[in-house]
């Protein structure tokens, strides 16, 4: 795994005298093609890869046999390569880039950071002998200790550590007689790997601050997830906020692993530690909120729900209801706001929403909601706060703060979220169908094959909350006919009076307008393609050389070695390039592809009026689409808002997230409730007399108004609301 850094750890350079190859991810070194029979360093590359994208081979051995070959092949069709078991050039490149979204750098806290809080002295017990007396912390509301005096104790049981490249590799010698458990590995975002003989079971977020005892930078790791690690290798402990308490190891780890995701291992966290999941791995480790339920956090765990329900109790099973029928009648806007805010979430205030959707597109509101939660932490992690995305599109490389798309409100990406699934995914005969269920969309939705376990988990805990059960929910049979949805159309998000200006273009002569937005999709050139683009465009591109030179390209809109070669071929054949490179240029797009010269545009620097907004794509990236009156629609990158702004409550982390907005003439009237983050028209964002004068829509139909009817009015300024420019 690629790091910035090493970072020291107290006597650290004692601890590299490495047994076993240290672990690497994917993309670090020059990988070699790999296939049944191979062996070596690469092969444990793969093999913790695929743990962590969720294909689990159990123990990385470094042996490719049939469990490494058959997950490939599983890897490979989910993202719509070639199945032949065979890792080339093609298969790492998908491969290094879904790794790629995992990556994340250990956080440096201050000697003084206000961060840190219950700095003070902890203990560590073996076999009830007290080993050592470290200091640890709480960060994040998580239990932090540091990791070497957890060595230390570790050494007393006759094991040893290599430490790299922030992978903590435990080594169990042979002769131990412990076995450890290698089953249902499954682990996501982090800074620094736990290892244990080379297979990483665990990755999580280390805090980098100074121990006191030696007043040296020290790495420290969260309690937690270091306790389920040793559980694999039979390690019983306790955590009691300031005593950790081990036992010596059995030789069979069975029983005691699988209580890492079961009540007593909850239980025995303590509140100080249980609470990490939720802001922290919320969208990537869905499947792990059971797990950590057991504590007194329910902020951001929903621990109040409790974690035994699963994905299976009662008659049938929650992965297996049929997601085109409404949930139950006790899954309601007023109960959605109720669990939501009895789970601190800052989406309290969406169950309208959510119902909304429901009924609009056919897709149940209770997996609405769990998604939504797994996705977003509870709504709190960044990308829902900053950009009202609360279902993880585009967030899926190495930078996923910055590409995650932008949603005009949290409404909206509710209603994006239904359509988009209902038709893609819940409709036979939709792109991505298997079957109307949570397994169904699991094929083609995500690689974590825990995926639809986690949101079943996540339903079960809701349905609980409110006196409910799987048996009230419909389970698929292929025989039965479903309720039609209301609309089939994708939803717009409409804005009341929004100015704005045009930007230049690197490739056209001001910006261009199409009809709808799915041709601006299509036709519009969004920049160079070479091996990692991926869309609408790099599909367009592969149609165009299997039709012009028989390339045979499989049309799967990813640019990997075989499209590359293809476009090699083609410029060396007709264009009779003497050095050709692989990359599709805005000039052969021009003249092969997209008829630029007579795309209309509107010149840059035009003041606009921007009516309605769409979510769509640029290229690889997820992208608003602008419609600008008179013209039509636009990539909105090549448009700047002038009096646009999001509604920012004080604390969007908390649960006061929805703002009321008043009749002007009657500041005692409400006319229509808005969310933390949705956008606004208003021509400054200084208050006067006390109230923001704000220019909205109705979004959809609602006390008799049509969708788009314009509203005006104002928001009271008392200090809870700011209003943001969105340029």
């Known amino acids: 795994m690629k790091t910035q850094r090493l970072l020291a750890v107290l006597t650290l350079p004692t601890l590299l005298s490495a047994a076993v190859p240290l672990v690497a991810h994917a993309g670090t070194t020059t990988e070699q093609i790999l296939q049944t029979g191979s062996e070596g360093a690469d092969v444990v590359t793969l093999q913790n ?10 123990q990385a051995d470094g042996n490719y046999g049939p469990v490494t070959t058959s997950e490939v092949k599983a890897f490979q069709t989910s993202h719509h390569i070639t199945a032949d078991g065979e890792v080339g050039p093609q298969t790492w490149s998908v491969i290094n880039t879904a790794m790629a979204a995992f990556a994340s750098k250990p956080v440096t806290l201050g000697t003084n950071s206000r961060l840190v809080t219950n700095l003070e002295a902890k203990k560590i017990y073996y076999n009830s002998k ?9 960060y994040n509301n998580t239990a932090y200790m540091p990791i070497w005096y957890v060595m230390n104790t570790l050494d007393q049981m006759g094991l040893q550590h290599t430490w790299s490249n922030n992978v903590w590799n435990i080594i169990v010698p042979a002769d131990s007689g412990i076995k450890v ?50 559980d694999r290798l039979g390690i019983q402990s306790d955590w009691q906020g300031k005593t950790w308490t081990m036992k010596q190891p059995a030789t069979s780890t069975g029983s005691s692993t699988g209580s890492s995701t079961g009540s007593s291992t909850g239980s025995s966290t303590g509140s100080s530690t249980g609470s ?14 059971g797990s950590s339920t057991g504590s007194s956090t329910g902020s951001s765990t929903g621990s109040s729900t409790g974690s035994s329900t699963g994905s299976s109790t009662g008659s049938g099973s929650y992965t297996s209801v049929d997601l085109r029928f409404p949930a139950p009648a006790d899954v309601n806007a007023q109960s959605i706001n109720q669990y939501l805010l009895a789970n601190q979430s800052p989406m309290n205030g969406l169950g309208a929403s959510f119902m909304a959707a429901q009924s609009t597109y056919g897709v149940d509101a209770n997996y609405l909601v769990s998604h939504a939660i797994l996705e977003s932490a509870w709504g709190q992690s960044q990308i829902a706060l900053a950009k009202n995305n609360l279902f993880g599109y585009g967030a899926y490389d190495s930078n996923p703060g910055d590409d995650a798309g932008m949603f005009p409100s949290d409404d909206y990406a509710i209603r994006f979220q239904a359509w988009e699934v209902r038709m893609n995914y819940l409709s036979p005969g939709g792109s991505e169908y298997v079957s109307p269920t949570l397994t169904g969309m699991n094929v083609n939705y995500a690689t974590d094959k825990q995926w639809a376990s ?39 998000f409409y804005l009341n009076g929004a100015n704005a200006t045009t930007k230049s273009s690197p490739y056209y002569n001001g910006v261009p307008y199409f009809s709808d937005m799915g041709t601006g999709i299509d036709n519009m050139f969004f920049g160079p393609l070479s091996v990692g683009s991926s869309g609408q465009p790099v599909v367009e591109v592969q149609q165009f050389l299997n039709k012009q030179i028989g390339a045979g390209l499989t049309v799967d809109g990813q640019f990997g070695p075989a499209t590359q070669s293809a476009v090699k071929k083609f410029e060396s054949q007709v264009m009779n390039m003497a050095s050709p490179d692989g990359i599709w240029s805005y000039s052969m797009w021009t003249q092969y592809i997209g008829p630029i010269s007579s795309q209309p545009t509107i010149p840059a620097g035009t003041s606009v009026t921007v009516t309605q907004i769409k979510q769509g794509m640029a290229g690889a990236y997820v992208m608003p689409w602008y419609y600008v009156q008179g013209y039509g629609w636009v990539d909105s990158q090549y448009v700047s808002f002038n009096n646009v702004y999001r509604v920012q409550v004080a604390n969007p982390a908390g649960t006061s997230t929805s703002v009321p907005v008043y009749s002007a003439s009657n500041p005692s009237q409400q006319v229509a409730t808005l969310h933390n983050g949705d956008f606004v028209v208003a021509n400054s964002a200084t208050p006067a007399n006390g109230y923001y004068t704000v220019q909205i829509a109705a979004e959809t139909p609602s006390s008799g108004a049509a969708a788009g009817t314009p509203i005006s009015g104002v928001i009271s300024a008392n200090g809870s609301v700011t209003l943001v420019a969105q340029h």
Request: hydrophobic share 30%; no cysteine; proline share 6%.
């Open 49 to 58: 890869d695929l743990n962590a994208l969720g294909f689990t081979v159990g």
């Open 130 to 138: 007290l080993v050592t007396s470290p200091d640890g912390f709480t």
């Open 181 to 230: 458990d290698y089953s249902n590995i499954k682990y996501g975002k982090g800074s620094t790997s736990i290892a244990i003989n080379g297979t990483v079971v665990a990755r999580v977020d280390a805090a980098i601050h100074v121990d006191p005892a030696s007043g040296q930078m020290t790495t420290f790791l969260p309690v937690w997830y270091v306790m389920n690690a040793l």
């Open 276 to 289: 990490s999941t939720g802001s922290s791995t919320g969208s990537s480790t869905g499947s792990s909120t």
């Open 454 to 492: 986690s949101i079943g988990e996540l339903m079960g805990q809701f349905s609980s909350s409110v006196g409910s059960s799987v048996s009230d929910y419909t389970q698929y049979s292929p025989s039965q006919s479903a309720p039609q949805p209301q609309s089939t159309v994708e939803p717009v």
